[in-house]
C-alpha cells in the first residue's frame, strides 16, 4: 500500500517530534466536540470486511481506534478511510491482544516470567512488534503487570507471577521489546501497562470478582510495577475491572488522577477495559450510562474501549455542564499524543512486505530459548536427568499434552499459528537416534479426560521402556480470562494415569505444561524427575527435548509459590510476620490430635493442621543438573546513612559435574517499621552460568530507593533501623546478615 501524504502528514514531518505539543494543540483547535468524541472510542472491529455502519463512522470521524482487527488490507482500509475521509484526516489506533507473541508464541508470560531474564524478555516482545507492526496493528494491550497471588485466578498465566519487584523488571523490558528506542520506527507498537491497579486480588481467583486491598498493600504491592512500567515510558494504561477500596477502577479519582497523573506525571493514554465504563452502572456505583461516562471522564479515562457511553452522552455533559470542555480536550490530547508519537501521521499502513512468515529460523531459535529458560526442573530423582540419548533403546511417550500444537501455546493466542508449533512427540521423533525406538500412547484425549481405557497400552508401553515421558497438564482453554478453577490439581484422570504409570517401575519423567501452578505433590512422588513448563509457545517440543536429554540445562524459577493444595491459597513469600509466625518447630498435624481434645490455643500459629504453613516449592525455586553452593555472603558496611549505598557480594560455587545456570536472589527484610513489612521482599537478582568447578562472586548494591516503602504518614520513603539480608536461592533459602540504616 503506497503511503497517503496528508496535511497533517507534511505537518509532522517539517516540524519533527520536538513540537508535539503545538502539533497535537493545533489539530485539537480545528476539531468539533463530536470529532473529539469519537478520538475517546474504540470500536470491535474483527471480522473479513469492514461493515458500513462502522465504514460511515470511521469516515465521520466518531472513531478513534479499532481492536481485533489484524488483516493487513482490512487495517490499511480502516487507515484509509480515516486518512483521506474523516473531517481531520486523523488515523486510527489498532489494538490487538499480543500477550505473549503473534505469529511465533513464546511461553505464556507467567512462563516467561520464569526466565527471571529481562534481556529474553525484550527480545520475545521485540519479535512481537515486529510480526505486529507489519500486519498493521500499532498497539497492544500488554504486559499484565497484575501481582498474582491465586493460581486459582486463570489470568495467573498472563501475569510475572506474586512478585512486585521481578513483575516491575520483566514488565519493563516487555514494554521496552514492544515500543523499542523510538515508538515512532514502523517495526514498533504501543505497550499498555493493565490492569491499573489490583485485578490479580480478585476474590477467590474468580475473574472480575471483587478485590479489597488496603492502601498499604496497594502501595507497596500492587502500584510499583505500573510506576515501573510508567518510568520505562509505557504509552498506555488500562484500567482494572475491578474495584478498589468501593470504587471501581474505571471512575477511581485516587489511582487514575492522584496516583497515575499527578504524583506519577504520567501524560500517555488510559483505555479502559472492555465495557468497563459502562459496567461502572453494573457494580452500583453509577445508575445509567450518562453518570457512567461522567465518572470515568472526572477519573481520567481517556478512551472508552468497546462500549458507548461517551459517544452517546459526553456532548450532553458538556452541554449541560456537567463536564467541561476543557477536560474533554485534556482526554482528546492524550489520544492524539499517542498517534503522534507512534508516527501514524506519517505512516499509518501495515507493511505485509515486512512479515518474515511463516516464523524465521532466528524466532524459532528465540522461542526456543524462551521456552528452555521457562522451564522449571522442579525433581530430579538421584540425578535421572539429563539422560544419555545414545544409552536409550525403547521410549515410551504417554499422556495428553504430548503432542498438543494448538494446547501448547496457551492462552490468549488468536494469531499464533499452531501449524508452526513443535510438539514434544514430533521433537522426540525428530531427534532421538535412529535406533531408540519410541512408543507413544496418549491415553487421554484431553488433560479432562476420564476415559481409562488406553491405561494398560500406557501401562505396557512403559514396562518396555528404558523411560516413560509423561506429558500431563492443562489445555489452554483451562487458563487464561474467565477461566479460573477451584481445584487445581490435574484435571481428568491424569494422576490415576501417572500413579499407574509409576507403578511399572520403569523411570518416570513428567513434564508438566499448565498456565498456573497446579497442586502436584502426587506428581512429585510418583515421577522420578518433574519439569514444570508452563504453556511453552510454538517450541516447547525441541525446548524439552534438549533439556531432557542434556542439549541445555534446566534454569527456570519459580516467579509464583506453589501451594501444596488449595485451600493454602493465598500464599506467598513476601508475607506479614504476624504476631504468631509458624515454625516448622511448632507444628501440629490433624493426625497427632487427640480424640477429645480440649480447645487450646497455647503457643499456636499461623498455619493449616493438615498443610502446616510451607508451600510444596517456594518462590524463586528450581533445580539445575549442576551442584550450586553458596558462600562467603560479604557486605562492605553494617551501617549506611540514607544517602549511602552498600553492596552486598557472595560467592558461588557448581560443584557438580553439568554446566548450570542459577539465579542469585536478593532479598531484604525490614526488621521494625512504622507499617509491618513483609518477612521477605525480593531486590535483585542475577543470572549467572557456571562450568562445572567454577566459582563466581555475584556483587549486589542497595541505595536508599531499594528500602523505601509506603508508610504510615502515607508518604513514600525509608525509616531508620535494622534490615536482613539474604542471598540466595530461592526465598526459603539463603545467606544471611545484617545492616543498620541510620536515621
Ligand atoms: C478484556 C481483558 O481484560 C483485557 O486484558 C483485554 O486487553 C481486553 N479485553 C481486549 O481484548
Known sequence: MTKTMSVLDRTQEETGP??????????????????????????????????????????????GAIINQVDPSVCDAFQKIAVEESPHGIPLLIGRDVIHGFKTIFPIPLGQAATWNPELIEACARVSAEEASAAGVNWTFSPMIDISRDARWGRIAESFGEDPFLTATLGASMIRGYQGEDLSAPNTIAACAKHFVGY??????????????????????????????????????????????????????????NVLRESWQYDGLVVSDWDSVRQLSVHGLTDGDRNAAKEAVSAGVDMEMAGSAYAAHLADLVADGEIDLSRVNELTENVLRLKFRLGLFSAPYARPEACTLPCAQEKLDLAKQAAIESTVLLENKGGLLPLDASRMNRVAVIGPMSDQPYEQLGTWIFDGDEALSQTPLAAFRASLPAHVQLDYVQTLETTRARDTDDFEAAKLAATNADIAFVFLGEESILSGEAHSRAD????????????????????????????RPLTISDVVENSDAVLFAWHGGTMSGPALYELIFGLASPSGRLPVTFPKMVGQIPIYYNHKSTGRPASDNQITHIDDIEVGAKQTSFGMTAFHLDAGFRPLFPFGFGLSYGKIVYDDLQLDRHQISPNESIRISARITNCGKYAASETAQLYIRDVAASVTRPVRELKSFQKIHLQPGETETVVFELTERDLAFYRRNKSVGTEPGEFQ???????????????????
Open 18 to 63: 520536538e513540537s508535539e505539543d503545538d502539533f497535537v494543540r493545533a489539530l485539537l483547535s480545528k476539531m468539533s466536540l463530536e470529532d473529539k468524541i469519537g478520538q475517546l472510542q474504540q470500536v470491535d472491529a474483527s471480522g473479513d470486511t469492514i461493515s458500513d455502519a462502522l465504514r460511515d463512522a470511521v469516515r465521520a470521524g466518531k472513531i
Open 200 to 257: 490479580g486480588a480478585s476474590e477467590s481467583g474468580r475473574d472480575y470478582d471483587t478485590t479489597n486491598i488496603p492502601l498499604n498493600e496497594l502501595h507497596n504491592i500492587y502500584l510499583p510495577p505500573f510506576k515501573a512500567a510508567a518510568d520505562a515510558g509505557v504509552a498506555t494504561f488500562m484500567t482494572s475491572f475491578g474495584d478498589i477500596d468501593g470504587v471501581p477502577a474505571s471512575g477511581n479519582e485516587y489511582i487514575l488522577k
Open 488 to 515: 487445581i490439581n490435574l484435571p481428568g484422570a491424569q494422576s490415576a494415569l501417572l500413579e499407574q504409570l509409576s507403578a511399572t517401575g520403569t523411570p518416570v519423567v513428567c513434564v508438566i505444561m499448565a498456565g
Open 725 to 743: 539480608v539474604w542471598v540466595g536461592a530461592n526465598a526459603d533459602a539463603g545467606l544471611t546478615a545484617r545492616f543498620v540504616l541510620e536515621a
